[in-house]
């Protein structure tokens, strides 16, 4: 059974700076991994997918790797704005039309 | 324009009545889903219908009766509600739901349901 886990919980750091935040899953038989954003009382944003024979896309300030062999993935922050508050949801897609969710990661970027 | 629309966004009613979130998406899509995002938070998928067939159904009380009537809409009718029932419940449709080749899910902006 596939379990994603995203690590911190939640994180807050000062505007401007640079940060990552990290999703493991416990099965590497995956089809794609895909990152979403969700604002407070709002629906999911997809911000990335990356296949699984990628290991990174990008997509302006952000950029998602994949690690299918060591269970890992990244989304890496750059020059963060207060606009990037929210919580960041890491899903792993495997067959069967499913997307197996991880608890998310709640970030505050403080001006 | 929006891709997926969910009605109604919020929803309070009282125990052991019936009630139905609607959802439609204007993407061509095959796939639909619904999940359910508790107060912890954690998203969980319900349900997914591919070409309205039903493909998932995630241990999901038979309270819980999902009903596509054609691929761009897939409603969600609940009977007798329960507290336990109080939650988002969320909407999303992609076009290749079997994963190959370039899946995006795209989520409705969810249904919050308050059952007192």
């Known amino acids: 059974k596939q379990e994603v886990t995203q690590i911190p919980a939640a994180l807050s750091v000062p505007e401007g700076e640079n940060l990552v935040l990290n999703c493991s899953f416990t099965d590497s038989a995956i089809y794609n991994l895909q990152w979403f954003r969700q604002d407070p009382g709002k629906g999911l944003t997809s911000l990335l997918l990356i296949q699984s024979s990628q290991r990174e896309q990008t997509s302006g300030r952000l950029n998602a790797s994949l690690d299918k062999s060591s269970g890992r993935s990244t989304l890496y922050i750059a020059a963060s704005q207060p606009g990037d508050s929210a919580t960041y949801l890491c899903s792993i897609i495997q067959g069967a039309q499913k997307l197996v969710f991880g608890q998310g990661t709640r970030l505050t970027i403080n001006p | 324009d929006t891709a997926v629309s969910q009605t109604p966004k919020y929803l309070v009613t009282q125990m052991g009545n019936d009630k139905s979130i609607k959802c439609e998406q204007n993407l061509g899509h095959d796939t639909m889903y619904w999940y359910k995002q508790d107060s912890k938070k954690f998203l969980k998928i319900m349900f997914s219908y591919n070409n309205k067939e039903l493909i998932i159904n995630e241990t999901v009380p038979n309270r819980f009766s999902p009903k596509s009537p054609d691929k761009a809409h897939l409603n969600l009718h609940i009977n007798s509600l329960e507290l336990g029932d109080s939650a988002v419940y969320f909407c999303?449709?992609?076009?290749?739901?079997w994963g190959f080749g370039g899946t995006e899910a795209f989520f409705g902006q969810g249904t919050r349901l308050t059952v007192v």
């Open positions: 999303a449709s992609s076009q290749d739901g």
